[in-house]
C-alpha cells in the first residue's frame, strides 16, 4: 500500500491507532520477528495480563501505522507499548517499568490518583538522602519532619539526630577535650602558658550551635533545589496511602502518595522512675544546654553514655557512670572494658552493677542540685549521690508508635518498635519501606541510613538492583580513648566460628606522640580476628587508639576487599604512625605472647 | 517562581487599597519610573485609589527594621514606596555580622530615600526559601515589589555605597 498522502487519510489512520490504543488495557505495536517485541509480549503473558498486539509486519499498511505512531509518540521503532492510553515506550522502558514498579502501577489504572510519587516520613540522614536521590530521578516528593520537643523543652532543626543531637555535636564537643588533653601534652613538648587553663561552656555550645544552625539550612536550600516538597509536620498513616500532616500550630492537611519511606528515627529512652522526665537531661538536651552542667552523673553503659561521660570529664567536669551490668553491649567486651579502663585511669568514677531507683531536686539552678538514689543489682544495698546534672543514656526507642503503623498493617517488633524489612528494606506491606536507625537487627548508623536510603530510591525509579549491604560495616565510638572497629566482634565471630578456626592476632602500643608526652604507655591496642577456614581472612578489626576513625575507615575498605592477614603483613606500614601496627601483628591471643612493644 | 511572585503582589496590592495604608501615591520624593508603574499596576487592579487613605508621611525613617513575619514583609517590603534593601542573615553567620552594620551605614547616607529590612532566615524560613537564598548574607534589593538586583556575600563600604546608589536610581 502506498503513503497516504492526503490530510482525509492521515486522520483516519490516526483515529484508528487511537482507537486501539484507548479501547485496550494494553496495547502493543509489534514486529512479529522482532526479538524485543516477543521479550514484551512475554512480560505480559508472565504477568497475566492481556495484550492486545497488532503485528505491523503482518498487515497490510503496516509502514503507515509505523509512520504515524512516530508522528505521535516520537517512537518509531517497535515494539510501542501503550498501557491504559499512556504510552510507555518500548522494550527497555516497559521492563523498566516493570523492575521499578510502575508498570503494575499503571496496569491498575491509578497512576493519577496519588498527589506524590512518594512521601518520606523523617528528615534525618536516610530520609533526606532517599528524598533527594528520588527526586533526582524526576519523582514528586514530599519531606515531612517534625522534631517533638525533649521533656525540658530542647527542640532542633532540619536533619535529624545526627546532626542536631548526635554524630556531629558530639565529635566537635569530643574534640573540645582532645584539645584539652593536647594542652596538657603541649607543656612537655616546651610550650609554656599560664598554669590556670580553663573552658567556657557557652562558647563551645554556641560554636557548635552555630555551625550546626549553617548545616540546619544547607539542608533546606537542597531540598529547595532538588524539588523535594519540605513540611514541617507530624504524619500519621489514615490509609494504606493517605497520611494526615499535622504542623506545629495543630493545622491538619491530607497528602497521598504511591510508595512510603518510613525514616522517624529513635530518641533517647527514659527510665521510668520518679523524677527522671522532670530533673534529668539526655543527649537530646547536652549539646545545646544553656549551662555548664557541672558534676555529672551519667546513667547507662552505651555508647552515647561513654561519649558524652568521656568529653564532659575532658573539660574538667567531675563525672560519674552508673552500670547495670557491662559495657558496650553488642561490641567486643575486650575492646569495651580497656576502652573503660582508660577512661576510669582519666578520672572517670564508675558505679558499676546499680540502677536508679529515684532522682529528686534538692536546690533548683542552673545548674542545680539533683539526688540521686541507687540500688545494687547484686545485693540489697541503696546508695545516695548529689549531682548537679543527670544525664540518662540507657538506650533508644524506635519513633513508630505515633505514625498510625497499625492502621495500615506495617508489622513492628512489639518489644523494641523496630519494623522488621526484606533485604530490600521493604516492610510487610508492599508500598512501605523503611530505613535507618528504626530497622530491625541493623546498624544505627548515619552513613548506613544514606546508602540506604540512595540505593533504595535508585531501586525504586532507576531500575537499579543494587542492594544495600550491612555487612563489614566500619565504626567508631568516641570514647576518650578511640575505639574503631569493623566485621565482628571476637565475642560474636566465636559464636559463629568456634574458637579452634579463629586466630586472634594482637598488639598493644605506644603512639609516638604520647611518648615524650609521657601518658597512656601500654593502652592503645590493635586486634585482628582471622578465620583460619577460610585463607585467614580479616572477619574482624579491632582499634583502640588516637584518631580511630580515621585509622578504621581504610581498613574497612581493605575488608570489603576481602582482606587476608597475609596481604596485611605484605603491606608496608607508614612510619610512625599507631596504623602501621596492623601491618606487623605476629603475637597470636591463643599463644599467650608478650605484647608490650618497644621502641622502632 | 515568577508566577508566585506575581500573584502575591496582586493580593498585596489589593490588600493595600482596602486597608488604607500609605499609599505610593501619598509619598513624593522617589524616582519617576517606581511610582509609575506601582500607580499603574494600582489602577489596573483597583478602580477606588480616590478612597481617603493618605497617612501623614513620615519623614523620619529608622535606617532598619527587623521583619516580623509574612505579612510585615508584604507590608513593608513588597508594598514599600521606597526601594527596600532585604538582608538575608542568619545568627550562626560571622560575616552576616560584619555586613549588617555596614550596610546600615550605607544606607544611612541616603537620607531616607532607601530602607533596609533585616530578615533572620531561622525565623522565616519559608520567606528566605521563596526568595532563593541558598547562602548568607545574601541581599536583595527590591523597588516597587520586584527584585531589581541582589548580591551574595560580603562588600566593602564602597561597593556598598555604589550598589545602593544603583538601586535608587543615581
Redesign the interface.
Do not use: E, L, P, Q
Given at each position: 500500500m502506498p503513503p497516504i498522502d492526503t490530510d482525509t487519510g492521515k486522520n483516519e489512520l490516526k483515529s484508528r491507532i487511537q482507537l486501539l490504543i484507548d479501547s485496550n488495557q494494553v496495547m502493543v505495536f509489534s514486529k512479529s520477528y522482532c526479538p524485543y517485541c516477543v521479550k514484551v509480549k512475554a512480560l505480559f503473558k508472565e504477568l497475566d495480563v492481556e495484550c492486545n498486539v497488532v503485528e505491523l509486519d503482518l498487515i497490510e499498511d503496516g509502514t503507515n501505522y509505523q509512520e504515524m505512531l512516530l508522528e505521535m509518540t516520537g517512537q518509531k521503532s517497535v515494539p510501542n507499548v501503550f498501557i491504559n492510553k499512556k504510552h510507555v515506550g518500548g522494550c527497555d522502558k516497559t521492563m523498566q517499568a516493570h523492575e521499578d514498579g510502575s508498570l503494575k502501577q499503571l496496569l491498575s489504572g491509578d497512576n493519577k490518583a496519588y498527589e506524590y510519587d512518594l512521601i518520606v516520613i523523617g528528615g534525618g540522614s536516610g530520609g533526606l538522602a532517599c528524598s533527594k536521590e528520588a527526586a533526582v530521578l524526576g519523582k514528586k516528593v514530599m519531606v515531612l519532619d517534625y522534631v517533638v520537643p525533649t521533656p525540658k523543652g530542647t527542640t532542633w532543626?532540619l536533619g535529624g539526630t545526627c546532626v542536631n543531637v548526635g554524630c556531629i555535636p558530639k565529635k566537635l564537643m569530643h574534640q573540645t577535650a582532645v584539645l584539652g588533653t593536647a594542652m596538657q601534652d603541649a607543656r612537655k613538648f616546651g610550650w609554656e602558658f599560664s598554669e590556670t587553663v580553663t573552658h567556657n561552656w557557652d562558647t563551645m555550645k554556641t560554636a557548635v550551635?552555630?555551625?550546626?544552625?549553617?548545616l540546619?539550612?544547607g539542608y533546606?536550600?537542597a531540598l529547595?533545589?532538588k524539588d523535594v516538597n519540605y513540611v514541617n509536620a507530624h504524619a500519621e498513616f489514615i490509609e494504606p496511602h493517605k497520611i494526615k500532616a499535622t504542623n506545629k500550630r495543630g493545622k491538619e492537611t491530607l497528602h497521598t502518595a504511591a510508595r512510603f519511606v518510613l525514616a522517624t528515627g529513635e530518641r533517647p529512652r527514659y527510665l521510668g522512675i520518679p523524677g527522671d522526665k522532670e530533673y534529668c537531661i539526655t543527649s537530646d538536651d547536652l549539646f545545646s544546654l544553656p549551662h555548664c552542667p557541672g558534676k555529672t552523673l551519667v546513667i547507662g553503659a552505651s555508647y552515647v553514655a561513654l561519649e558524652c561521660g568521656g568529653f564532659l570529664a575532658g573539660l574538667g567536669l567531675d563525672v560519674t557512670i552508673m552500670v547495670r551490668s557491662i559495657l558496650l553491649r553488642g561490641f567486643d567486651q575486650d575492646m569495651a572494658n580497656r576502652a573503660g579502663e582508660h577512661m576510669e585511669d582519666h578520672g572517670i568514677k564508675f558505679l558499676r552493677q546499680y540502677v536508679p531507683v529515684k532522682v529528686e531536686e534538692l536546690e533548683a539552678g542552673s545548674p542545680g542540685r539533683l539526688k540521686v538514689t541507687a540500688k545494687s543489682t547484686e545485693t540489697d544495698e541503696v546508695i545516695e549521690g548529689e549531682y548537679n546534672t543527670v544525664l540518662i543514656a540507657v538506650g533508644r526507642d524506635a519513633c513508630t508508635d505515633k505514625v498510625g503503623l497499625d492502621k495500615i498493617g506495617v508489622k513492628v517488633n512489639p518489644k523494641n518498635g523496630k519494623i522488621p524489612v526484606n533485604d530490600e528494606e521493604q516492610t510487610n506491606v508492599p508500598h512501605v519501606y523503611a530505613i535507618g536507625d528504626i530497622l530491625e537487627g541493623k546498624w544505627e548508623l548515619t552513613p548506613v541510613a544514606i546508602q540506604a536510603g540512595k540505593l533504595l530510591a535508585r531501586r525504586l525509579y532507576k531500575g537499579s538492583t543494587l542492594k544495600c549491604d550491612y555487612v563489614n560495616v566500619p565504626t567508631t565510638v568516641f570514647t576518650p580513648l578511640e575505639y574503631g572497629s569493623c566485621g565482628l566482634s571476637e565475642d560474636r565471630a566465636t559464636e559463629l566460628y568456634g574458637q579452634d578456626n579463629l586466630e586472634v592476632y594482637h598488639s598493644q602500643f605506644w603512639p609516638l606522640e604520647f611518648t615524650v608526652a609521657g601518658r597512656d604507655n601500654n593502652r592503645c591496642y590493635g586486634k585482628i580476628i582471622c578465620n583460619k577456614l577460610d585463607n585467614d581472612r580479616v572477619i574482624g578489626f579491632h582499634y583502640l587508639g588516637p584518631n580511630a576513625g580515621e585509622v578504621t575507615q581504610g581498613f574497612g575498605i581493605a575488608m570489603k576487599c576481602g582482606a587476608t592477614k597475609e596481604q596485611l603483613d605484605g603491606t608496608i606500614g607508614i612510619h610512625p604512625t599507631c596504623a602501621e601496627i596492623f601491618t606487623t601483628m605476629e603475637v597470636t591471643k591463643s599463644s599467650g605472647g608478650d605484647i608490650n612493644l618497644g621502641g622502632c | 517562581m515568577a508566577h508566585r511572585l506575581l500573584v502575591r503582589r496582586i493580593w498585596t496590592l489589593s490588600a493595600k487599597d482596602i486597608r488604607c495604608l500609605p499609599a505610593s501615591a501619598a509619598a513624593s520624593s522617589f524616582s519617576t519610573s517606581s511610582l509609575q508603574s506601582a500607580a499603574t499596576r494600582a489602577s489596573f487592579l483597583s478602580p477606588s485609589r480616590s478612597l481617603p487613605c493618605s497617612l501623614p508621611h513620615t519623614s523620619h525613617r529608622e535606617v532598619s527594621f527587623n521583619v516580623q513575619d509574612h505579612e510585615d514583609f508584604t507590608v513593608r517590603v513588597i508594598k514599600s514606596d521606597l526601594p527596600v534593601l532585604v538582608d538575608f542573615h542568619a545568627q550562626w553567620c560571622g560575616p552576616c555580622k560584619i555586613l549588617g552594620p555596614r550596610l546600615e551605614k550605607a544606607i544611612a547616607k541616603q537620607k531616607g530615600r532607601v530602607t533596609m529590612a533585616k530578615v533572620d532566615i531561622d525565623d522565616h524560613t519559608d520567606l528566605a526559601i521563596e526568595y532563593g537564598v541558598s547562602a548568607v548574607p545574601t541581599v536583595i534589593a527590591i523597588r516597587g515589589g520586584d527584585v531589581v538586583d541582589h548580591f551574595v556575600g560580603i562588600k566593602d563600604d564602597d561597593e556598598l555605597d555604589s550598589f545602593v546608589g544603583k538601586v535608587i536610581g543615581q
Open positions: 532543626g550551635n552555630n555551625y550546626i544552625g549553617s540546619n539550612w533546606r536550600v529547595r533545589d | -
